[in-house]
């Protein structure tokens, strides 16, 4: 299986830790990693914010970026949410037919690292580590538009010594949403933190989601409160091992 690692720009740009704990567990788990270099955004931002038009070149790079390979992983809901649902409503925008026929290959072979390892690997414990007490945040991408279910909260609960605690009021937004942050600024920092006092009242060491966007906002807000809680992606706590801690 050639696979690829779409690592997304905010991890690129501010989280590159998340893209090597990517690559680190999956070829521990038996799956060679490549990395095309010509990958940029998946186009995202300008969906959201109503420039359509000026997404289609953005499609077309990351389709031409990715053809050919057999999965590409993210470790981003929101990422791989654009990809499978927005890239399709951009590419029949441009009424390019060979735009249309690309993103109609590649788009479903787009999948969020929890999907990718416990649907095409057929794996749930990883071997991971991590003797902490966690608590974790489904975000709203994964949730209601890939529809990944209960698959984090099942590769978490395979992790040797973690300790899981529950979310109150897991399934509410964090507030930041991408543009909705930079545009209701008073309304995401409101969101937020009610996620925050939610985040210290499960007494959980380390807050962990699958999209860093989301890490980012509510972390931000706990270091502020001065809470003492580490926020982590997915991947570096799978990634985790003995050896390592």
């Known amino acids: 299986m050639k696979v690829a690692l779409f690592v997304t720009c905010l991890n690129d740009t501010m989280f590159p830790a998340t893209g090597q704990a990517t690559v680190q567990l999956l070829r521990r788990l038996g799956v060679e990693v490549e990395f095309p270099k010509a990958q940029t955004c998946c186009g ?3 969906v959201n914010s109503g420039y359509v038009p000026e997404a289609i070149p953005v499609v077309r790079a990351f389709v031409d970026a990715f053809a050919g390979y057999d999965a590409i992983v993210a470790p981003s809901g929101s990422c791989v ?3 499978r649902e927005q890239h399709t409503i951009v590419a029949a925008r441009s009424g390019d037919k060979g735009l249309i026929r ?4 590649v788009s479903p072979r787009v999948y969020e690292l929890s999907e990718f390892i416990v649907d095409k690997l057929g794996l749930v414990d ?3 580590y991590f003797p902490h007490r966690v608590t974790m945040h489904p975000t709203c991408h994964s949730t209601r538009l890939l529809g990944v279910g209960s698959r984090p909260e099942r590769l978490l609960a395979a992790v040797r010594g973690i300790t899981m605690v529950d979310l109150p009021a897991a399934d509410e937004c964090c507030g930041f949403g991408g543009t909705f942050s930079l545009k209701n600024p008073d309304v995401s920092v409101a969101m937020g933190a ?10 959980a060491e380390v807050l962990v989601a699958g999209d860093n966007s989301c890490l980012m906002h509510i972390g931000g ?6 809470s003492g809680i580490r926020v982590m992606h997915l991947a570096e706590i ?3 091992t003995e050896d390592a801690a």
């Open 44 to 46: 995202q931002m300008h």
């Open 221 to 226: 807000l706990l270091t502020r409160q001065r």
């Open 238 to 240: 799978l990634a985790s």
């Open 194 to 203: 009610d996620k925050a006092r939610h985040v210290r009242e499960s007494g």
């Open 126 to 128: 990883v071997g991971a």
């Open 81 to 83: 949410a654009s990809a």
């Open 102 to 105: 690309a993103v109609n290959e």
